[in-house]
């Protein structure tokens, strides 16, 4: 009797032990989750675009591949090239998965490399123009993949 | 073959219970249950984890205190002395969904934990328990890491700082 009280103590310990959080996500939460949130919806109204359900849009068009990496959330982040290729390889897929193209490609640590050395000067209006392409493509009938 | 075991073995499974246990005793331990259920919550128990966080962290400290080892990077008013908690904001105020995000080192188990310090907001500074550890604060010219930010700039509630939370939200590995 003793002993199986002792075995559903373990058992429910165990059930409620902290589970590590997963490397990626936990790169996610210290440098983009503050302010793009836990589910990636953002706050449009605050000018914090929304990545869930948009992010994987930008793979669709020219010059959108760079910008996700040039972008000085992500260029300009404490990640590591490896580091910042699987956080946006993790968030095109968990928030995204949608709109990405058939064919995409993953993020690697050398294309990251190569990217970072050129920052975006002006981001707001290059945002902004491709957010255009990405709607003509979308009325085109080319949606997503 | 199989089938005569199978018989056998239920049957004399079915015998000890008969044996071991009384024909009550089911009601017995489903009003135990159902007593038990009703007075878990009430057992005088640290419930600072009982907001919208995975349960089972230890904890040491006081949590209406600046040392509380999850308050490394904080830079406010704690909730907890303004009619909140550590993790919920005071009636009258809107939680800061964009935030700062940080990690404190937990004395009960020496784990990194990731903690987020919404702010709450809506009301005038608080006033009670200030408190400024900034450990891992950042100048502003890094703003994604600078604690000094008025986070209420990114909530529903808009600009007017009362206090801030300190909620885990994660576990490093």
Redesign the interface.
């Given at each position: 009797m003793m002993n199986r009280f002792l075995l559903w103590m373990v058992l429910f310990?165990a059930a409620?032990?902290?589970?590590?959080?997963d490397?990626v996500?936990?790169d996610y939460?210290?440098?983009c989750?503050?302010?793009h949130?836990?589910d990636g919806a953002g706050?449009p109204a605050?000018n914090?675009p929304a990545v869930a359900g948009n992010l994987g849009n930008f793979l669709g068009v020219d010059g959108g591949r760079e910008f996700l990496v040039q972008v000085p959330?992500s260029a300009q982040?404490?990640l590591d090239d490896a580091r910042l290729a699987a956080v946006l390889n993790w968030m095109l897929v968990s928030f995204s998965a949608e709109q990405l193209p058939a064919d995409w490609q993953h993020y690697t640590a050398a294309e990251v490399h190569e990217l970072r050395k050129t920052p975006l000067i002006e981001v707001t209006p290059l945002r902004a123009a491709l957010m255009d392409l990405i709607e003509v493509k979308q009325q085109s009938g080319g949606a997503g993949r | 073959m199989l089938g005569k075991w199978l018989d056998n073995t239920i049957e004399r499974a079915t015998r000890r219970q008969a044996r071991l246990t009384s024909r009550r005793s089911l009601l017995r331990r489903f009003g135990l249950l159902i007593i038990g259920a009703g007075f878990y919550p009430l057992l005088p128990v640290f419930r600072a984890g009982a907001f919208a966080e995975?349960?089972?962290?230890p904890e040491e400290g006081d949590a209406n205190h600046c040392s509380y080892w999850r308050y490394c990077a904080m830079d406010g008013y704690l909730c907890g002395c303004c009619g909140g908690s550590s993790t919920s904001c005071p009636p009258g105020t809107v939680v800061s969904?964009?935030?700062?995000?940080?990690?404190c080192r937990n004395p009960s188990d020496g784990?990194h934990?990731?903690i987020?310090y919404n702010d709450c907001c809506g009301k005038g500074a608080c006033g009670n328990c200030s408190c400024q550890r900034d450990e891992g604060d950042t100048p502003l010219y890094r703003p994604?890491?600078s604690n000094n930010v008025n986070w209420c700039?990114?909530s529903q509630a808009d600009v007017p700082y009362h206090c801030s939370l300190a909620v885990v939200?994660?576990?490093?590995?």
């Open positions: 310990v409620f032990e902290a589970v590590a959080t490397a996500e936990f939460m210290m440098n989750q503050g302010c949130l836990p706050f605050h914090v959330g982040s404490d | 995975a349960p089972g962290i969904d964009i935030t700062w995000i940080g990690t784990k934990y990731v987020s994604q890491n700039a990114g939200i994660g576990v490093k590995e």
